[in-house]
């Protein structure tokens, strides 16, 4: 008897799943100003908790669009996207949803912001689709964590940036760009300082651009701690457009996070 009601209740939830994927969220439309999802969404592991248990993952993204309006491409830190896998990515997803990408570890980690010039303008070229689509979130520049505050190489790598028309964000992981210095310097080329969180550093609060981007990057978060989330994107959600993705882990934690969050913001 249990294991027909185990079937029974995994077919409801796979024609749920069917009726989800050929209709768009009512709510999910391009006046979005909050775009919130995770680092990813081609993780086998999430099901059952998050993708149904028979959904084939080639339609992950497809599924993952109707729960979630953003997605933050890890993809691209190891190598730049061909033009008919952004065309598929379009494809599976409303015209109110928004890819934001990581910046490749050939400028963040390699050349570390130097002489970057022709592998920025190679990440916009790839891009374009997006770009041309609408459909543009930000594109991350995560630093590493050994990568100490350089004030005029930040500002040189900006100015010879700007030219691509990316909308960026930047991560610090090491505490020394916390500064007003490099809050000015954002704030002059227009580059959000990105809020991220984790088990071991915490970025200010500060806003340097007219849009914000969080990384919420802690294993677990409290009903009390999704609450705050909440309050702080809601005051961002009224300045301007906000992306903010959570973590990605074996387990959908982060998923069910993003759209408990995604909900709340969207209740009157």
Not at 148 to 155: C, Q
Not at 179 to 195: F, G, Q, S, T
Request: hydrophobic residues 40%; positive net charge; glycine residues 4%.
């Amino acid at each position: 008897m249990a294991a027909i009601k185990r079937k029974s209740s995994q077919e409801t939830s796979d024609r749920e799943a069917s009726r989800a994927l050929k209709v768009q969220k009512a709510t999910g439309s391009s006046r979005d100003h909050a775009f919130i999802g995770t680092s990813g969404w081609a993780y086998s592991s999430w099901k059952p908790g998050f993708y149904p248990p028979k959904l084939p993952q080639k339609k992950f993204l497809e599924y993952y669009a109707t729960q979630l309006n953003s997605v933050e491409v890890n993809y691209t830190f190891r190598q730049l996207p061909t033009e008919n896998m952004l065309a598929s990515w379009l494809a599976a997803s409303d015209a109110g949803f928004r890819f934001s990408f990581k910046a490749p570890q050939l400028i963040t980690h390699i050349l570390r912001l130097r002489d970057c010039s022709e592998a920025v303008g190679g990440l916009a070229r790839a891009l374009a689709p997006v770009v041309a689509a609408g459909r543009m979130g930000v594109v991350l520049f995560q630093l590493s964590p050994n990568f100490k505050l350089d004030v005029p190489r930040l500002d040189s790598f900006l100015v010879a940036a700007y030219t691509c028309g990316l909308r960026m964000a930047f991560e610090f992981r090491h505490s020394t760009w916390f500064c007003d210095k490099i809050y000015e310097v954002l704030r002059h080329h227009r580059v959000a300082l990105c809020i991220a969180e984790s088990e071991d550093l915490e970025t200010p609060d500060v806003v340097t651009a007219l849009f914000t981007c969080y990384r919420f990057r802690k294993s677990k978060y409290s009903s009390a701690q999704l609450a705050k989330i909440e309050k702080t994107l809601r005051r961002r959600y009224d300045e301007g457009e906000v992306f903010a993705y959570f973590k990605h882990e074996e387990q959908p934690t982060g998923a069910i996070c993003a759209v408990d969050t995604l909900r709340r913001l969207r209740r009157l």
